[in-house]
């Protein structure tokens, strides 16, 4: 992407608060604060309209590190939260910050219903395949077998890949992101803030206490390019250092080809279509994994449709202005009442 | 001959497709309008398929009319509307003696009296000898009446409760043009329902006044009431209608998020008739997003409340011990029924106090309080929304499915005359801080998200006093723990003390708390009347009780707390004033006191 100069209000350090970050060092969530601090900045997004509800687990202490208004609730729960923020002043840019723990286990049902009903919020979801806070037990996207302090003996239980999981919600906006590439975040965090309806933003992010390297391999300065697939809409999903390598749907599978290795040109390779409204495709992506597929990362799906606070207000508005009543006076006073004199 | 009655009460039971609650929702219309006092109560069959004719699907609808002295739904019938063996079974257990039975003489068969449990046919075993039973052919005249109009027969027995009606009707020498006007306008589209049901209810009124078995009619002239426009409500209703004249005192949305729930999910349905006015509605997934969802929406300044029952409370928890960390103004309504688990979710039951009072983790204090009546529904609903947001805390407001699904009529209260809800804004940035308190309330002041200059982050975890930024030092947190104790004992400044009814006495005070107030209020009224030392006080302010609280009870050599359920507000009492003794009556049979009951029981204590 071609670098342009923004005129930004506020610089991204002015989005920041005076709390001291208290994220162990090292940790990917260092990288994700700035990120989302440039987006803002670069979105010129009013401090005071940018509001960020999370539930609990260390992402969740996100809002204490922005200068913007904040809620830090409780564990799972910030979808509710943030729902009920949306619908009461939908001119806020609601953010939530929230973990795999968080949104997708104690909180799933919240999950899936804010996918489903399609309002409009960013969730930041940060996907470390562990619970960090409660130093080191499995999360429902541990890979199965992980030895953690509550597996000791592997986990004997299937992970969810959180984009089949959005997806199959209903998802109009999934993407996913690494934490390591602050300028892939800020490319994916402003579509994600600029989609109407309710995107979900994938962050593979580093536990370097509890689960050092769990996406190593996807970003790693020598492995990254052959596992990483980012993908822009309208463009062909090309990877690989020499961008020579891409993905090609064969009958109903997905494969990855070479170019110019047995006559494969660009025109055999899949330009990516995240506008579609079929997600056919864009499920498909999000389950490339290693070893066999590089993962898809960018903007998997952000298709439009009609957010649920857009649908709620415009059918209260229209209730408000094609009332037979004018006020309460009128209901109270209305059908059977009688008088005593 | 007609026979001049102060009050009645009259029962409407039947299968639960025999319309009784039509029936009795029209006689209650036509009634309230006469000017006499009224209170209603359905009585809903627990499972919604019972099968046809066995007394768990029975229907009923009990309507208490009067000229004066009707402060509850009364304790048993003196006029039983059955419509058929499992209706008249279900309420022999509970009817005045000499109470007259009108039964659908059509609908007792061998297999209908087997059906309903009965072992011989009580119309002809001599067993209903103490009442006078009128039996009607109620099916079989309803069908010749409208034979001629050509609907089929499910259309045709669906009208028999008109004949009931107006048979009804004329013993109580009431007109019958405001059910027809009823019909009418219904069924406008479909005229000939309109004539079957209009057909039918002048057949029953006829044929009342035809027969001989009626030996008087009866007449209960008006009550004497407040001059002013009426309505009758229900206790849900009431409830939606005073979240809604709170909003637009409080100059703010209001906002609902909640999930449904027997007996709680009407203040739904009427709220969400009520877009008009600006309401927002969300139903969540579940009671946990229904809760969050209005505190996510109180956090963005809007008048935010949850509705729900006990099981949907104990889901609630978590989050209302966030909204009092967060000070954040939240109602939350809580229908009670019976309980513990799923418990008697149709039945009535005022056992969810304790769990209001102390049901969270940590020193989690909130304001409780409890509507009396259908109606007053209306202003507690108020009130509790004027002291969330004046003091800047949760409000749990009890009411219990008696009241909610009851009805009486209510003084229609304008906005005029309603006070202003002044929400705790601030509009000097040089003053503020998140956690800053008004010198008097203690409340924060309530900032909302869109303000410039004000950006703040508020949370969960224990907040530094003022700052409200996250603290873990040890004399902090016992300083805010004291502090949102005492926001919430401070609301006993704001509030009305404690009234008691019988000055002079000095024996017996009677406790009572709630939605049980017309039934408390009628025994001790008419032991009064008998000159009897007896005095009752009743709270709807529970947390935190009137200042006077203390000097109420002081009077009395005996005080006992009446309650449905094993003693949980006696139990509250006994704690914070242990020098008094409270004695306890209690009932759990998920019904609501009698005044015969608490009679006996008051002239024991008297006695002893
Ligand atoms: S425990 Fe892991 S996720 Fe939590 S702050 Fe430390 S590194 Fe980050």
Redesign the pocket.
């Known amino acids: 992407m071609e670098t342009e100069t923004i005129q930004c209000a506020l610089k991204p350090k002015e989005y920041g608060s005076d709390q001291e970050v208290k ?2 060092p ?4 260092y990288g994700v604060l700035s990120a989302v601090q440039k987006t803002l900045s670069e979105l010129n997004i009013p401090k005071e309209d940018a509001t960020f509800i999370s539930g609990i687990g ?2 969740s202490r996100f809002p204490y590190y922005m200068g913007c208004y904040g809620f830090h609730t409780i564990h799972g729960r910030a979808a509710g939260i943030a729902t009920g923020t949306k619908i009461a002043n939908p001119n806020l840019s609601v953010w939530m910050a929230s973990g795999d723990g968080d949104s997708l286990a104690i909180g799933g049902n919240h999950f899936i219903h804010a996918v489903r009903r399609n309002i409009d919020i960013n969730l930041l979801l940060f996907n ?1 395949e562990i619970y ?2 409660t130093k080191g037990q499995y999360s429902p996207t541990s890979e199965k077998g992980k030895v953690t302090k509550s597996s000791p003996h592997g986990t004997v239980e299937e992970p969810f890949n959180p984009g089949e999981l959005a997806l199959g919600a209903n998802s109009q906006f999934f993407a996913r992101v690494v934490d390591t590439d602050v300028k892939m975040m800020v490319e994916v965090f402003k579509q994600a803030e600029q989609h109407k309806g309710f995107a979900v933003v994938e962050i593979l992010q580093n ?4 689960n050092d390297k769990t996406h190593g391999i996807i970003t790693g300065k020598e492995t990254k390019a052959d596992h990483q697939l980012f993908l822009r809409h309208g463009e062909p999903m090309l990877f690989g250092a020499e961008k020579n390598k891409g993905i090609r749907l064969n009958g109903l599978r997905l494969e990855v080809v070479t170019l110019g290795e047995n006559g494969i040109t660009e025109a055999d390779i899949l330009v990516h279509d995240a506008e579609n409204k079929d997600k056919t495709l864009q499920y498909m992506l999000t389950q490339l994994k290693h070893p066999d597929f590089p993962v898809a990362l960018g903007v998997i799906r952000g298709a439009t449709a009609v957010t649920y606070d857009d649908a709620l207000h415009a059918q209260r508005d229209d209730e408000m202005a094609n009332s037979k009543f004018a006020s309460l006076d009128d209901l109270f006073l209305s059908g059977n009442t009688f008088k005593v004199e | 001959m007609k026979t001049t009655l102060d009050k009645v009460v009259i029962k409407f039971a039947g299968d639960s497709g025999d319309g009784m609650q039509l029936a009795g929702t029209l006689f209650t219309d036509t009634t309230a309008n006469l000017g006499n006092q009224i209170a209603t109560f359905p009585d809903y069959p627990s499972e919604i398929r019972a099968p046809q004719g066995t007394v768990a699907g029975v229907s009923g609808f009990q309507v208490h009319f009067g000229t004066a002295g009707v402060h509850s739904i009364g304790d048993a019938p003196d006029v039983l509307i059955a419509m058929n063996p499992a209706a008249l079974k279900a309420n022999l257990i509970n009817l005045k003696s000499k109470c007259t039975i009108i039964v659908d003489g059509d609908s007792f068969s061998k297999k209908t009296i087997e059906k309903a449990g009965f072992e011989t046919n009580p119309l002809e075993d001599g067993s209903l000898g103490d009442y006078q039973v009128i039996e009607a052919p109620v099916t079989s005249l309803t069908k010749t009446s409208i034979a001629d109009l050509g609907l089929d027969n499910k259309s045709v027995i669906r009208c028999k409760n008109m004949f009931a009606l107006g048979m009804v009707f004329w013993l109580f020498n009431e007109p019958l043009e405001q059910t027809i006007d009823f019909f009418n306008q219904k069924f406008g589209k479909k005229p000939l329902i309109a004539q079957a049901n209009i057909t039918v209810l002048k057949t029953g009124h006829n044929f009342a006044e035809t027969i001989e078995a009626f030996t008087t009619s009866y007449v209960v002239p008006p009550a004497k009431k407040a001059p002013g426009t009426y309505r009758n409500i229900t206790g849900n209703e009431s409830t939606a209608w005073g979240l809604m004249a709170a909003a637009k005192k409080a100059n703010r949305d209001l906002f609902l998020g909640t999930y449904p729930i027997t007996p709680a999910t009407d203040i739904l349905h009427e709220l969400t008739k009520h877009k008009w006015s600006g309401v927002k509605i969300f139903q969540a997934e579940d009671e946990i997003a229904g809760v969050c969802s209005a505190i996510g929406a109180s956090f963005a300044g809007d008048l935010a409340v949850t509705t729900t029952s006990g099981p949907g409370m104990a889901l609630k928890t978590e989050a209302i011990g966030l909204a009092i960390m967060a000070e954040l103004p939240l109602v939350i309504v809580n229908v009670q029924r019976g309980g513990p688990s799923t418990g008697l979710p149709t039945k009535t039951e005022q056992s969810d106090l304790s769990q209001a009072l102390f049901g969270r983790n940590g020193d989690s204090p909130a304001v409780v309080i409890a509507a009396s009546s259908p109606a007053s529904c209306f202003d507690w609903a108020f009130e509790a929304c004027r002291i969330a947001v004046e003091h800047m805390t949760p409000v749990i407001l009890l009411t219990e499915s008696y009241i909610a699904n009851g009805a009486e009529p209510w003084k229609v209260k304008l906005l005029d005359e309603l006070k202003e809800i002044c929400p705790n804004t601030c509009n000097n940035v040089e003053e503020w801080a998140p956690y800053k308190r008004n010198a008097e309330t203690l409340a924060r002041k309530w900032v909302t998200p869109g303000t410039p200059g004000y950006e703040h982050r508020i949370g969960g975890l224990e907040k530094e006093d003022e700052t409200g930024n996250v603290s873990y030092m040890p004399l902090n947190h016992e300083k805010m723990i004291q502090l949102r104790d005492e926001k919430v004992a401070k609301v006993a400044v704001d509030i009305p003390l404690q009234r008691v009814k019988g000055k002079d006495a000095n024996k017996l005070l009677v406790i009572g708390w709630g939605g049980q107030f017309g039934i408390l209020f009628g025994a001790v009224n008419e032991m009064q009347q008998d000159g009897k030392n007896i005095a009752f006080t009743h709270f709807n302010y529970i947390n935190p009780l009137p200042q006077n609280t203390k000097q109420v009870f002081e009077k009395f050599e005996r005080i006992i707390v009446c309650e449905l359920n094993n003693g949980q507000f006696a139990n509250y009492l006994q704690a914070q004033f242990p020098e008094f003794k409270f004695e306890r009556y209690n009932k759990m049979q998920g019904l609501p006191f009698q005044i015969k009951e608490l009679k006996e029981q008051f002239n024991q204590l008297l006695e002893d």
Do not use: E, P, R
């Open positions: 994220w162990c090292g940790c990917g969530d260390c992402s470390n960090g806070l536990c370097v206490i509890f």
